[in-house]
């Protein structure tokens, strides 16, 4: 896969086949359109193209860029993208400027004249162009008026889940994680890195590695989640912890924070992926630091028969 960081650059693509948008998760439903935008590009002697936009939009326009939410980072995306099979990735720049660009000035003078399209493929419900104006319907008008075929995705379903980033979001917060990995095609992961923290895991006897976690990636909802933890060429059964500890701490502060199950040695400053599995129960507040280590030990028995 060719990764370029501006439309400018991608003026020799031959009889490109695209689609735009910001893929944040790279879902199932993400996942069709790439196959299908790599099924056309093969037939049509072409390459297939995805355009999508570095820095977030919401973080440009601060529309709502505090409580981004991120099923995936830039390299998470960069990873799965090249997995697929997609033949070039675009990363064009998002300004205030792009953002004032109408749909039709941007079909134009993007797609048709810099990067020469012949086929562009959409999802079903995807807008673009200035105030989000652009949908299907215009852009089926516009590959009439510009010459090059304009292809419609329909709604993915997979048992009674409407395939989208937001509705994988909302599963993940809430717990959710067999149903929201099933519309991921895959476990939910985040990558940490590995910080000191105040070693109460280790004197409770639960030894933790507390987790720098990536700006506005998406962190799960308080809890204690079943977790395959990924340790460079090793692989662990862990336990989650996320959130506030209110049995021994007043303080508001969110941790991330895994536990790895038979593992015994010091990795600060080493950076963990992790891939959820299930959730075990909320984050509780409990009588006793007793009877925290209490229900601590049951989480890990049950984790112990959980396969990974």
Known sequence: MKTFEHIEQCKNLKNPV????????????HQAIIRQLNEIAKKENGESVLLTFEPHPRVVLGKGADDLQLLTTLDEKKELLEKSGLNNLILHPFTKEFAALSAEDFVKELLVHQIGIHTIIIGYDHHFGKNRQGNFEQLNELSKKFGFNCIKIEEIKSEN????????????????????NLGLGRNYSLTGKVIHGDKLGRRLGFPTA????????????????????????????????????????NSNEKRVEVYLMDFDREIYGETLKIEVLHKIRDDMKFQSVEDLVQQMNLDKNFAQDYPI
């Open 161 to 180: 889940l409407n395939i989208s980033s937001t509705q994988i979001r909302k599963a993940i917060l809430n717990g959710n994680i067999k149903k929201a």
């Open 210 to 249: 507390n987790l720098e976690t990536q700006t506005y990636k998406l962190i799960p909802g308080n809890g204690v989640y079943i977790v395959k933890v990924f340790l460079e060429n090793e692989i662990f059964k862990g336990l989650l912890s996320i959130g506030t500890r209110p049995t021994v701490t």
């Open 18 to 29: 695209l689609t735009l948008g910001m893929f944040d998760g790279i879902h199932i439903g």
